[in-house]
């Protein structure tokens, strides 16, 4: 396992919060991906809901959804 974490949606790394508990540092938050993708990934399942033709969520970070064809 890669550390840090990379978003599986951007491929940036991942952030969390830590702590220095002595004998290491543990870690208090999620890992939280500094591009916002957890409210993308939101936006995409709305989208998705709506659209006629599906597509990828990488092809929608490209193009945005269809609605016409
Ligand atoms: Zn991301």
């Given at each position: ?11 940036a790394?991942?952030e969390a ?7 290491g ?8 991906c ?6 993308l990934?939101?936006?995409y399942?709305q ?8 597509v ?7 193009k ?5 064809e």
């Amino acid at each position: 396992m890669s550390y840090p974490p990379k978003c599986k949606s951007c491929g940036a790394k991942m952030e969390a919060e830590f702590v220095d508990i002595g004998i290491g540092m543990d870690q208090v938050t999620d890992w939280e991906c500094p591009n916002n993708c957890g409210y993308l990934e939101w936006q995409y399942e709305q989208d998705m809901k709506i659209a006629k033709v599906k597509v990828s969520f990488d092809e929608w970070l490209k193009k945005g959804v269809s609605l016409n064809e």
